[in-house]
T-cell receptor, first 114, second 108 residues
Framework: EAQVTQNPRYLITVTGKKLTVTCSQNMNHEYMSWYRQDPGLGLRQIYYSMNVEVTDKGDVPEGYKVSRKEKRNFPLILESPSPNQTSLYFC?????????????FGPGTRLTVL | AQRVTQPEKLLSVFKGAPVELKCNYSYSGSPELFWYVQYSRQRLQLLLRHISRESIKGFTADLNKGETSFHLKKPFAQEEDSAMYYCALRGATNKLIFGTGTLLAVQP
């Protein structure tokens, strides 16, 4: 089944403890992206990747890192999480980053930073 | 600057009533516009894109460049339409900018 998977789905952690949220897609998509969803703010793009080894900042990249070593994986890294990073995170992928390509979303990861 | 505005956080209608979810955008070039929907406990998914000019689940959206709007419409709402709806814009930078979303609640 073609899909985007994220792990973990739920995570509670403490301030300053490094964590990684994994994202994987099996559709051979070139474009992958991370978003955070907060009440009243909608979805905001954190980072995106046009292809392997090509990443760029979205609108809210502060406090996050990403890497794209393989086409299928696009992990989101929080080196030193803070409470303001408590949010619902979505990974998405599409055939390419341009044009009217549909983005396929993962199920979301709910992160709580205490 | 690229911006998407959805002025209504919540839109409550009765079953069978017409629905219009508003979306206005700010972009100097030719925008690529989308509507995404998130049903309860489900993933965000594409509903329609303006280039397709199609009707999906009875919904349509017309791009009005003069008013910089891309409102989503359906003539007769159904209970299963209840969901969170996001308007999105892709500009030249390949970033996808989402609005803040509108929660549509269709009452029986």
């Amino acid at each position: 089944e073609a899909q985007v998977t994220q792990n973990p789905r739920y995570l509670i952690t403490v301030t300053g403890k490094k964590l990684t949220v994994t994202c994987s897609q099996n559709m051979n998509h070139e474009y992958m992206s991370w978003y955070r969803q907060d009440p009243g703010l909608g979805l905001r793009q954190i980072y995106y990747s046009m292809n392997v080894e090509v990443t760029d900042k979205g609108d809210v990249p502060e406090g996050y890192k990403v890497s794209r070593k393989e086409k299928r994986n696009f992990p989101l890294i929080l080196e030193s999480p803070s409470p303001n990073q408590t949010s619902l995170y979505f990974c998405a992928s599409s055939t390419s980053g341009s044009g009217y390509n549909e983005q396929f979303f993962g199920p979301g990861t709910r992160l709580t930073v205490l | 600057a690229q911006r998407v505005t959805q002025p209504e956080k919540l839109l409550s209608v009765f079953k069978g009533a017409p629905v219009e979810l508003k979306c206005n955008y700010s972009y100097s070039g030719s925008p690529e516009l989308f509507w995404y929907v998130q049903y309860s406990r489900q993933r965000l998914q594409l509903l329609l894109r303006h280039i397709s000019r199609e009707s999906i689940k009875g919904f349509t959206a017309d791009l009005n460049k003069g008013e910089t709007s891309f409102h989503l419409k359906k003539p007769f709402a159904q209970e299963e339409d209840s969901a969170m709806y996001y308007c999105a814009l892709r500009g030249a930078t390949n970033k996808l900018i989402f609005g803040t979303g509108t929660l549509l609640a269709v009452q029986p």
